[in-house]
């Protein structure tokens, strides 16, 4: 089997990272969109709460409880919120700090490749041959 050099593995680990941060964004568009959501309908509830027309002064109590029950819902997204930020911000700092180590093996690479290439070029240079009978 083929042994794969630490860049290429590393690579793998950036790439799978990098698709966590994809779903850790995807949650946190996916919450910020629930809580414009809720605030609106809070909008909606507020405007029917001051209205003057005599069928909403009919339904105050019901859309206070709504309302109530709306900013309860808009602090647990609040909440929620910030956890889906903390852990962008998370997985990001993961992704990056995989992404220097992948390009720091990278060139670790490159440099034992060239230094080994240096190495055959000494060894050629320096080489005996591997009969007497060449030597005459």
Do not use: C, W
């Not at 995807?26 to 969109?33: A, C, G, H, K, V």
């Not at 700092?93 to 992404?99: Q, S």
């Amino acid at each position: 089997m083929i042994e794969k050099k630490r860049s290429d593995k590393l690579k793998r680990l950036v790439a799978v990272q990098r698709h966590l941060e994809k779903m850790a964004e995807y949650d946190l568009s996916e919450t910020s969109r629930q809580r414009a959501e809720v605030n609106a309908a809070m909008d909606v509830a507020i405007l029917a709460l001051g209205s003057l027309d005599p069928i909403h002064r009919a339904f105050s109590q019901s859309y206070a409880d709504r309302f109530g029950r709306l900013s309860i819902k808009d602090q647990q997204l609040t909440g929620m919120q910030q956890v889906h930020e903390m852990r962008l911000t998370r997985e990001r700092a993961k992704g990056d700090r995989l992404e220097e180590n992948r390009l720091d093996a990278l060139q670790a690479e490159r440099r034992e490749a060239d230094d080994n290439a240096v190495y055959d070029v000494i060894d050629q240079q320096f080489a005996t041959p591997a009969s007497s009978k060449l030597q005459k």
